[in-house]
């Protein structure tokens, strides 16, 4: 059997933990695939006493920087989370040094992933992030590898656990928006600022990642146009249910004519497509491409061991000295994608609005859509309930024909300046197959 490959782990919380765990319960069998007994020899952490059972042979560092640098290890392991600080340090320090390093952060790839992949580069080392995007789903090395023989057409999927838990609660339990939140909270899945996955800006960190994959284009956070769940109410998921439609946040990422389109938002998805299906804390990632059609891989998103299973994937892959490239190409192959502004989409749309309820309001701002060239697909007038109709509105729900970002913002413009509709009207993208 070849030299056991030497282990550095930086950070032993719920990843690093598990990851200990995992290496120790699978130790023989992960041996008989790779042909190196795998063992972690150091480890950095804020505290000794963090360090679980396992542990109790491995070199302490209380910074990974030092941990990168002066390790007696093989491969680099960072296991604490946010884009810069000491993980980005001792990725640093690791890759300059030659180390392969594998990671779980989505943060700091979408933020710096392009620069560490041409560290790794230049020092022969590599670069691995499989459990940064739906924890334990190998969508990573699926888009990477996997999928290499197709020319991806659009990746569209369920990245946020956090968000797909309060959606399915508010649907399923009628519950509004801030309790399903306060649930997710009290479960664990939340953070404690929910802001990052509810705003989905975690959405965005992953969708970047799987985009340069998918494009063969340079990791760009910035180009993705973001939009959290926080403005869905149940009568959004009360008129979707009835239009045949689930509301969940996706991040898409699609080649179009004009470049390659990133977006994070609510969408009205259909029942029957299984993104639609996928319920509670799940990921899901629906990739369409011209030789295999589309695939959807379902899974554990996030948790200790689903994510420990993906790094362990990625150090086996070391283990063996199997390693693609980051990016599925090198880093000089990687090519500026085109921004494609938010306005240029285009798509369906679902409009929830508050309409004056006299003679004519509804033609006026049909009117007004007609003028902008879009055809409605779908219309509901409800029966106003008691509160709406004393207030003089009633609210009207309408699904259009594909039309443009711009030209569907337009017509609520000027609805509302005519004055038959009242307060910014709720807006949700319809996804089509
Ligand atoms: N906050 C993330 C989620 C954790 O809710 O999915 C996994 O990245």
């Keep these: 059997m070849a030299k056991p490959l030497r282990v550095g782990l930086a950070g032993v919380g719920t990843v690093g933990g598990a990851l200990v765990r995992l290496l120790q319960r699978r130790r023989e069998d992960l041996a008989a695939r790779t042909g190196r007994d795998i063992a972690v020899v150091a480890v950095s952490a804020l505290s000794r006493g963090e360090c679980g059972p396992g542990l109790e042979q491995a070199a302490f560092y209380n910074d990974a920087k030092a941990l990168a640098a002066e390790g007696d290890i093989d491969v680099f392991v960072e296991a604490i989370g946010g884009s810069d600080g000491p993980a980005y340090a001792g990725a640093r320090v690791a890759l300059s040094r030659g180390l ?9 790839i979408a933020a710096h992933g ?27 090395k699926t888009l990477r590898e996997g999928l290499a023989g ?9 990245l946020n656990g956090t968000c797909n838990y309060i959606l399915s609660r508010m649907e399923s339990e009628g519950l509004p ?3 399903c939140l306060a649930e997710a909270q009290k479960l664990g899945y939340a953070e404690a600022d929910p802001t990052f996955d509810i705003g989905g800006f975690d959405t965005a960190h992953k969708l970047a990642i799987l985009a340069s994959l998918a494009f063969g284009v340079k990791i760009d956070a910035d180009a993705i146009s973001v939009e959290g769940i926080q403005s869905i109410t149940l009568a959004d998921l009360a008129a979707a249910d009835e239009l045949g439609y689930r509301i969940k946040l996706l991040g898409v990422a699609e080649r179009t004519a004009k470049g390659v389109e990133q977006r994070v938002h609510p969408t009205m998805v259909a029942k029957s497509e299984p993104l639609a299906q996928t319920m509670g804390v799940l990921n899901a990632v629906t990739i369409d491409a011209d030789a295999i059609g589309s695939l959807t891989l379902v899974g554990p998103g996030a948790g200790g061991d689903a994510t420990a299973s993906a790094v362990a994937a990625d150090i086996c892959d070391i283990a063996r000295g199997d390693v693609a490239p980051a990016f599925g190409r090198p880093i000089g192959a990687l090519e500026d994608g085109e921004r494609v502004p938010m306005q240029r989409h285009e798509g369906g749309y679902y409009v929830r609005m508050s309409v004056v309820d006299r003679p004519g309001s509804v033609a006026v701002f049909a009117k007004r859509m007609g003028e902008r060239g ?11 309930d008691m509160s709406a ?8 729900v309408l699904i259009t024909k ?24 709720q807006v949700i993208r319809i996804e089509r197959a």
């Design 150 to 158: 197709n020319d991806v057409r659009r990746v569209s999927g369920i």
């Design 114 to 140: 392009l620069e560490l992949a041409a560290l790794a580069e230049a020092n022969g080392a590599s670069l691995s992030f499989e459990a940064a995007v739906g924890g334990g789903i190998p969508v990573i």
């Design 100 to 108: 392969p390093l594998v990671t779980s952060n989505k943060a700091m």
């Design 402 to 425: 594909a039309t443009t970002e711009a030209s569907i913002r337009e017509a609520l413009e000027l609805a509302l300046a005519d004055g038959v509709v009242r307060e910014k009207p």
């Design 389 to 396: 109709s004393a207030s003089g509105f009633v609210p009207v």
């Design 374 to 384: 879009i055809s409605l697909e779908a219309i509901m007038q409800k029966r106003s």
């Design 177 to 179: 928006f801030d309790a």
